[in-house]
């Protein structure tokens, strides 16, 4: 049990790298209603603009591309802390179980004695 707490523990201290502070700013910014508010407005003023929809799916395609690569890493992090957190808590549930088997068996022994 203690050694997915340390695990635990060990993921939690951490610190994470640049690049992993950087993958979780851009995924919170982007489920954002600022961010979904800016790209309303620059769809808006390019179709306003009457300016080549062809160009304006390819930027937006490329887009999709990188931030769907981005939200996958923070994903992915986010699940190994899941992962991890799930097996501490795992091994706490088991052990508790064991220690109420042991208790109840205790009681069962007490009762006979008493009778």
């Known amino acids: 049990m203690r050694t997915y707490h340390h695990r635990l523990d060990k993921y939690r201290k951490k610190s994470p790298t640049k690049t992993e502070r950087l993958t979780d700013y851009i995924a919170q ?5 600022n961010f979904l508010m800016l ?12 300016m080549d929809i062809n160009t304006l799916t390819l930027i937006v395609s490329l887009e999709a591309i990188i931030l769907m690569s981005i939200l996958l890493m923070a994903q992915g992090r986010q ?3 899941d992962d991890l957190r799930d097996e501490a808590d795992y091994q706490i549930d088991k052990k508790s179980s ?14 006979h004695k008493i009778k």
């Open 79 to 81: 699940a190994k802390k």
């Open 98 to 111: 064991e220690n109420i088997d042991e208790i109840k068996s205790m009681l069962k022994n007490l009762q």
């Open 39 to 50: 790209h309303l407005i620059w769809f808006a003023l390019w179709l306003v603009l009457k």
């Open 29 to 33: 910014w982007c489920g954002s209603w």
